[in-house]
Every structure is written in structure tokens, then in C-alpha cells.
Nanobody, 115 residues
Framework: QVQLVESGGGLVQAGGSLRLSCAAS????????MGWFRQAPGKERELVAK???????DYADSVKGRFTISRDNAKSTVYLQMNGLKPEDTAVYYC?????????WGQGTQVIVSS
């Protein structure tokens, strides 16, 4: 089992920045690929960004150039730096750990971007 706890969400004005953190425990963090997903009201959960166990990041087209995913294996933490936030980025953001068919989720953190 992997336990994931997100933090860093909140209310921000359009154009502002937030940094989300996801602290992992329970297994060897560096063995897992990590991802950030988001779900807006009435919409499907979608992948925002992912990073492999040794790096290598991919992003949704909608956030490329604005969001940056990173990980600190020594701290068992993955981050999502979000700059240039837009109202359409409003959603609950979820952290995900993936390895060999296993997938674990955090409880989510709310991000609200006001116009």
C-alpha cells in the first residue's frame, strides 16, 4: 500500500501561482511513477502531468508551459508548480502513484481560480 497526502490547494486569482505537494508513505517512493490528475465539477478526471520513477515528465497540452511536475525521492514527495493559473484550472487535484498495474490515489486538494 501507498498512502498519499496532498496539500497546497486554495483560492488564487487568475494569473497567480500555487504549488501542490504530495507526500507519500508506505512503499519505496522511487519505485513509482507519479502523476497529478484533476477533476472539475461535471467532468471526467484527467491527467495533468506525470513523472517517471527516475524523471522524465509529460504534460497535458492545456498546462504545457505553465505547470511543472517534479519529485524529491529523498523526501518521498512530488510537486506540481502551477503558474499562470486560469479559471479553467479550477478543479480538485489528485496525486497518483503507479507501478506494475497498481495505482494509488490521494484524497485530493481543491484549487479555485477566480477571474
Amino acid at each position: 500500500q501507498v498512502q498519499l497526502v496532498e496539500s497546497g490547494g486554495g483560492l488564487v486569482q487568475a494569473g497567480g501561482s500555487l504549488r501542490l505537494s504530495c507526500a507519500a508513505s508506505g512503499r519505496t517512493f522511487s519505485d513509482y511513477a507519479m502523476g497529478w490528475f484533476r477533476q472539475a465539477p461535471g467532468k471526467e478526471r484527467e491527467l495533468v502531468a506525470k513523472i517517471g520513477s527516475i524523471g522524465g515528465a509529460d504534460y497535458a497540452d492545456s498546462v504545457k508551459g505553465r505547470f511543472t511536475i517534479s519529485r524529491d525521492n529523498a523526501k518521498s514527495t512530488v510537486y506540481l508548480q502551477m503558474n499562470g493559473l486560469k479559471p479553467e484550472d479550477t478543479a480538485v487535484y489528485y496525486c497518483n502513484a503507479m507501478r506494475s498495474g497498481s495505482s494509488y490515489w490521494g484524497q485530493g486538494t481543491q484549487v479555485i481560480v477566480s477571474s
